[in-house]
């Protein structure tokens, strides 16, 4: 799952007043989501919290079970071509929407050339052309052809959905799940347009769960769906996700028993927790990558100087271990640090020592022509997640303390700050990403230029780079040339790595089979109540 | 038969004392109005020129001593926050915007509604129907949400927070005053100046203006705590002076969340907030008691 973001808390105008209600013993799983869900559009929605909603509501051709697994979903079996370039999903046998209609393999196609239509404004197009390359992807997200009989994916009959790649894709099934891949309901698209899915009287899903109730600000209300394959194993009646803008709040919506999954832990009450709930305090590892994009359309980041600069002035140690203390692994990579066998570069200058690495930074500022009478002035856009405005302040204290910058720290609500990313008015953006699979192709094609053009980079050698990880068909060898773009990515400086997070969350003694996921995977139907 | 016979007629040993002198003297037997001015004296002081006795700021972190603990007689006396920033130049740093805030706020608001009320109350009729019904409109606004419009239209930060702060709180004293006004303007000794050719504007800056000085001052010297908790009440709400610039409210706020685990960060900007607090309000009550003794 790709999550670009993460954010909640605004002490301000965030007037999330708790409805929680008596939330214990009624058969409802009660789970915090952070800020509100960006939207209910299935092949538009990107940010990760609002993911979990997605995976309940649907169910893409395989499904992600306890401990983020791959287990068969819509598909019961699947096979490949023996030069991996064609893959067979064949469903399940009278698969139904939630409105009791047929599910067929059309559904599935339509889904990813919906996608992949400019006129959707999706992000996740490059799931399907870059993370792997289906036939015809690209010339349909870059509007040469609108024709989608040329595209890749095709549904030979209405239990069949077959997929046809350019390049072999060892990873194509970890994006076959629900975030990237939920079926379209053709007829109440047709009905009430991109409105039916934020609707709770007219959207129409295929998952465990249906969506019965939205409320903006406030929360999502989830309920079984009787028409669901595997009905008969969801334990769980109704499950209910709360916008829980503040952590602190949300920890004592916890403690009160109004939640029984948070979204966060507040950063300086984990050892406090620990000692005193050791079993409801789950920190597991996971693939979500911080790290700091600098604006290349602005005059002083198009010095790589500055942003060398910038990137070696963060002490990394001091800001995880002393500052944020969430348990986050410092990292020097972009794409390192999940997959224990990709052997990645890190950033230059990693071999210096980090005060060989300001003293460098000192001067590289100075030859930018930035110094002490003509100090740089950033602007760093964050969300406002408790942990997030941590990075934020010490980034901007050790900027100011190594090189006389001023900072401008702006901390807005996940929403704002995702739409904040495409405006030109950030200097510097505190960025993140959730990994599809615990790889670093995940990451790195996500920073091809044309899977995200809101970075403004231009590099024909990492497009080059990439392709030719693309034809590498065993991992082993895919690993080293992914290794090689990743050191263009890294050697350009257009991104400071910060750190790589863990996944932090209270969960309930009353909630059975929490299994920690990399991938950020939790899904509902696994869960059970007490 | 001998006897003590005291002289008719004690000689004068005080001479005769003006209004102004016999007001502050009242007010000078006034204990507890005096301990508060040493008391907030002390703190502007210490607050103003405090953080020069150390050799860093409060924007400095050490990152060595992130969330260091009280230790007087290291070089952070009351340890540092979760940044490495020490606490106590934060507070006295916090304490310069706030307390400049306030007394300017209260300064400039105090200005503005003295001006409008005096010049209401003296022009009267239709004109002054209008003022004070433009007054009573912008009573009507719902304070915070008029906060929030005004800092989104400025564009944030301590120049709006201060704007807004000075837009809503100049009603007030426009409203005293006006009333003075109102009867002053029908004495003998302005009709006496209007006969003699002066003009209107010189009426109200010469006569009603410095006739309603007392009423003023009381009324000021409890505008500035209204100020100050103004301003660290939005402070608090993340609508005031944004980090990394200090302010009470804001390091209130930082302190509330840290509240179970580390108390010293809310108890020390807390504390000051409200001894500057009781401090002011006594300063202001002991001022009302001194210049109006008939409102005991």
């Known amino acids: 799952m790709k999550m670009k973001g993460i954010g909640l808390l605004l002490a301000s105008a965030a007037l999330s007043f708790g409805l929680g209600g008596a939330a214990m013993a009624d058969g409802v799983l009660d789970r915090g989501m952070g800020s509100e869900w960006s939207t209910l559009d299935p092949h538009v929605v990107f940010d990760g919290a609002t993911g979990w909603i997605l995976m309940d509501a649907y169910e893409g051709l395989i499904n992600f079970g306890p401990g983020g697994t791959i287990v068969p979903g819509a598909a019961e079996r699947w096979e490949s071509s023996e030069d991996g370039l064609t893959h067979t999903f064949h469903l399940r046998e009278g698969l139904k929407w939630s409105n009791g209609e047929p599910l067929v393999a059309q559904d599935f196609v339509n889904a990813v050339s919906r996608t992949l239509n400019p006129d959707t404004i999706s992000e996740k197009g490059y799931y399907f052309y870059s993370t792997v390359s289906i036939t015809g992807a690209a010339a349909l997200a870059n509007g040469e052809t609108t024709d989608v009989s040329t595209l890749g994916v095709t549904a030979p009959d209405d239990r069949t959905v077959v997929i046809t790649l350019d390049n072999p894709a060892p990873h194509l099934l970890y994006l076959m799940g629900a975030f990237q891949m939920s079926p379209v309901h053709s007829p109440s698209l047709e009905a009430s347009g991109t409105a039916a899915f934020g609707d709770p009287t007219k959207v129409v899903t295929n998952g465990a769960y249906a969506i019965k109730e939205v409320v903006p600000q406030s929360h999502i209300l989830l309920e079984k769906n009787p028409n669901y394959w595997d009905a008969a194993n969801v334990s769980i009646e109704k499950v209910k996700y709360y916008v829980t803008e503040d952590v602190a709040t949300e920890l004592k919506r916890f403690q009160a028993g109004e939640l029984d999954i948070t979204y966060d832990i507040p950063v300086n009450q984990i050892e406090a927790l620990k000692a005193e709930i050791p079993d409801q305090v789950m920190i597991a590892p996971s693939t979500y990558v911080s790290f700091y994009s600098f604006n290349l359309t602005k005059p002083e980041f198009q010095d790589i100087n500055v942003r060398t600069a910038l990137a070696w002035a963060i002490n990394r140690e001091v800001l995880q271990e002393k500052i944020v203390k969430g348990g986050a692994t410092p990292s020097y990579a972009f794409a390192g640090g999940v997959d224990p066998e990709y052997n990645g570069p890190q950033m230059p200058g990693f071999e210096l020592s980090q005060e060989e690495r300001e003293a460098k930074a000192k001067e590289l500022m100075a030859a930018a022509g930035f110094g002490p009478d003509n100090p740089l002035k950033i602007n760093v856009v964050t969300t406002v997640a408790e942990d997030r405005m941590r990075i934020a302040q010490g980034v901007a204290l050790m900027w100011k303390q190594v090189l006389g910058v001023e900072t401008d720290i702006r901390g807005m609500e996940r929403k704002a700050w995702l739409d904040e990313f495409y405006t030109t008015n950030w200097d510097v953006f505190s960025d993140g990403l959730i990994g599809d699979f615990a790889g670093a192709e995940t990451f790195l094609s996500y920073m091809r230029p044309s899977a995200e053009p809101g970075y403004n980079w231009v590099s024909p050698e990492y497009d080059a780079a990439m392709d030719v990880a693309g034809t590498k068909a065993d991992k082993a060898s895919r690993d080293v040339e992914l290794a090689k773009a990743e050191k263009i990515l890294l050697d350009d400086m257009t991104l400071a790595p910060i750190a790589v997070e863990p996944m932090r969350a209270l969960v309930s003694t009353k909630v059975n089979g929490w299994i920690p996921s990399a991938t950020g995977y939790y899904n509902s139907q696994y869960l059970r109540l007490e | ?296």
């Open chain 2, 1 to 296: 038969m001998p006897s003590d016979i005291s002289p008719p007629f004690a000689a004068p040993t005080a001479e005769p004392a003006s209004t102004l002198r016999l007001q502050f003297r009242r007010f000078r037997k006034n204990r507890l109005a005096m301990a508060s001015v040493y008391l907030l004296t002390l703190i502007v002081l210490m607050c103003f020129f405090g953080p020069m006795f150390f050799p860093f700021t409060g924007e400095d972190a050490d990152f060595d001593n992130i969330g260091a603990p009280v230790n007087l007689f290291s070089i952070h006396p009351f340890g540092t926050d979760d940044y490495g920033r020490d606490l106590f130049i934060r507070v006295l740093e916090g304490g310069q915007v706030s307390l400049t805030i306030g007394f300017l706020g209260a300064l400039v608001a105090g200005g503005i509604g003295v001006l409008y009320g005096a010049a209401a109350g003296y022009v009267g009729g239709r004109l002054d129907g209008f003022m004070m019904r433009l007054v009573e409109v912008l009573y009507g606004f719902p304070y915070v949400i008029l906060v929030i419009l005004l800092s989104l239209l400025f564009g944030g930060g301590t120049v709006s927070l201060f704007a807004a702060i000075v837009f809503t709180l100049w009603l007030t004293p426009a409203v005293i005053v006006r009333a003075q006004a109102q009867s002053l303007a029908q004495r003998e000794f302005i009709q006496a100046a209007r006969a003699g050719g002066m003009t209107g504007g010189r009426i109200v800056l010469q006569h009603i203006v410095p006739n309603c000085v007392s009423v003023v001052i009381v009324y000021g010297s409890l505008l500035v705590p209204e100020v100050i908790l103004s301003e660290s009440f939005l402070s608090f709400l993340g609508i005031g002076v944004k980090e990394p610039q200090a302010s009470w409210g804001n390091l209130i706020q930082v302190g509330t969340s840290a509240m179970s685990t580390d108390l010293r960060l809310l108890l020390l900007p807390g504390g000051l907030l409200a001894t500057v607090l009781f401090c002011l309000n006594f300063i202001a009550d002991g001022l009302r008691d001194a210049f109006d003794p008939n409102d005991r």
